[in-house]
């Protein structure tokens, strides 16, 4: 459904939220991804609050819309989008990474429900959404398939194995939401392993493709409604994102992916989101 | 008593112990292998600085190569290079090279006869907060069950930095088998090192602990506690699971009858189960085995890991007197 400007702007409120805490689960954590998973916040806010057909309170409805993390190490925007959907209590974020938390440092399916799949090892994720996917075409189920994809993990071999299946079998149920942020370790994508023409390889694979802006949470969610208007092909859309959204210090920074923010920093960044990059005033520190 | 060939540094258990990653030993070894020859290539998966290859790219960037994250290409195309006089060493975390690479480490590496290094970081529970899907547990047993494959595993940075040297040398494949967690340096440049053979480094009569990777130094502290007992202790860093060194093995199962072995590994076929089926069939005798129990592994600290899954010296402890009375 399109929405108004209204609704847009709260969900931008909601994701502005989930940064922060992101950032503070990160700190309390002392260790984890930063970069990846501020980038994704528009786009896991407008799925865990338009998108997705869901139960928050009831994870294994069946008939849900399923959300693949294929690229596990950005489980922190999953876990405080679910926190905040009211999969679990917020405060249960403060146990990221720690000793017999539910909060696994790449997400765990055994220890978390609502977490579909286990992920982490790059490349995985993709090819389980293909099997639910099929699994799911062939029980006639209506619900759909969302798959959350890295950029540098498309290097992986499997994920063009997983691409080419869904193109042969026509997986239309199949959406895959690629976090286009240019980075992954190693420095830039275009420098470590080039992706480009990204959406010509996806097109010769029978997919069809959309390019969006992934900060704008009026774009994300009008793409997942053309996707789920299409029904001969999968759909893969194009997140185009900047690498550390909301955090001056981090944006674009390829060094950001797996390094957290020390106090200092994350107190920087969290006056930073507070006031909207200085655009607001912040009532409190 | 502390063997004194061994060489091991004075202050063993100091509080201040230098404690440096096994990971920087390799990254520091490969670059002098790679001045020694000038064949050694590099190739990593997104993955250069915390596989410390930085060092070797700083030095040699003609020589390293970025394959992307891509660890089956990459060892695929190692053995490709290897064909053509290079010497790869690939780099990447355990869990995914040897683990996701382990077919092309099978057939294009061993079977293929080609001489390729495997480097696996990351190894181990001590991995830490990232969790069982990072944490390798498994692959003393998937490199050591390859014909054709050297396993190493060393005890500390000083240990990884000789071991990577020697590695070099061989012609054929090799698993070498790191950490990411700063471990105390207790070897010294003069420890004695050769592959294939375990290193005595403390004397004892009652009973044996053969140990591998930093876990070697817990083996040390219990052997040292254990001495408050009157329990005289062997300590043997059987840092070469593949090939076994058989004599030096025989030798303290004849004297001192019973054995614990020690690894951060799954103890179904890791360098315990390895050792156990040479004992079995040779000199079978009372054997207590310290590993993970045939579970993953979970976020945590090292520390709160190690200990869930009873890698530490009370450990070790305890296993020593269940295995004095099976004697
Ligand atoms: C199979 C596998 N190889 C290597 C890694 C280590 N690793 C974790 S994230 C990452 C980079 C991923 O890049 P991208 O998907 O673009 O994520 P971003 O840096 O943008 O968050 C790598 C190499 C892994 N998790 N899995
Ligand atoms: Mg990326």
Redesign the interface.
Known sequence: MHLSDVEAKKLDIKANQIRKDIIKMLVK????HSAGPLGMADVFTALYFNVLNHRPKQPTWPERDRLVLSN?HICPVQYAAMAHAGYFPIKELSTL?????R????P?RAALPGIEV??????EGISQACGIAYAARMDKKKYNIYCMMGD??L???IVWEAFMFAGKQALANLTVIIDRNNI???GNTED??PLEPLREKFEAFGWYVIDIDGHNITEIIDACAEAKAVVEKPVAIIAHTIPGKGVDFMEYDFTWHGRIPKSDEAKIALNELRTLGGKIKSEHE | MFNPKAKLVKKLFSKDIKKIPTRHGYGEGVVLAGEKNKNIVVLCCDLTESTRNHLFKQKFPDRFIEAGIAEQNMAAMAAGMALCTKVPFIASYAMFSPGRAWEQIRTTICYNETNVKIVGAHAGVSVGPDGATHQAIEDIALTRVLPKMTVVVPCDYEEAKKATIEIAKIVGACYIRLGREATPVFTTPKTPFKIGRAEILREGKDVTIVACGSLVYEALKAAKELEKEKIDVRVINNHTIKPLDKSTLLQAAKQTGAFITVEEHQKNGGMGSSVCEFLAENYPIPVERIGVDDMFGESGTPEELLDKFGLTAPYIIKAVKKVLKRK
């Open positions: 954590a002392g260790s984890g596990g990474r720690k000793f017999k938390t909060l696994q440092g790449h765990h286990t992920s982490g090892p790059l490349g540098g993990e290097d992986e071999g992954q370790i190693d470590v392993m």
